[in-house]
């Protein structure tokens, strides 16, 4: 079983989950409806990048919940298409026993007017490659 949860405040790290979960079968969700991972379940965890790192509510859904052993693959957007976030996301669910089975980052709109276009579709396709 795969699940695809996120967080996204400009609606680009949606647009990658949503691409994510379409291609396994499976709804995307949002971290803030979201106390727990399902048991056993493969985790795609995503966030944009706010100060150069997940968001806080990601932040909080990784130190809340028990990773170990657990098959984790994570994806990002940021307006500079670094992975700093990613990176902080790898960093702390490694320190909580999880398996990171995978990367993804690519750029992403930032407020109104930074990165328009992004993600694009080749962006898109690239992240249904990876799931």
């Not at 966030?47 to 859904?61: E, H, T």
């Not at 957007?77 to 089975?101: C, F, N, P, R, Y």
């Amino acid at each position: 079983m795969f699940e695809v949860v996120y967080y996204s405040m400009c609606g680009s790290t949606k647009k990658i989950a949503e691409a994510i979960a379409g291609e396994l079968g499976v709804k995307a969700e949002d971290v803030k409806m979201k106390k727990e991972p399902t048991r056993d379940s493969f985790l795609f965890l995503g966030s944009g990048c706010y100060a150069r790192k997940p968001w806080r509510k990601v932040q909080d859904f990784i130190a809340r919940n028990d990773f170990k052993g657990r098959n984790v693959a994570l994806f990002g957007v940021s307006a500079s298409g670094e992975g700093d976030e990613v990176t902080a996301m790898e960093k702390s669910l490694k320190l909580k026993g999880a398996i990171i089975k995978g990367i993804f980052y690519c750029k992403g709109r930032a407020f109104l007017f930074l990165n328009r276009g992004h993600p694009s579709n080749e962006e898109l396709a690239n992240a249904r490659k990876f799931a």
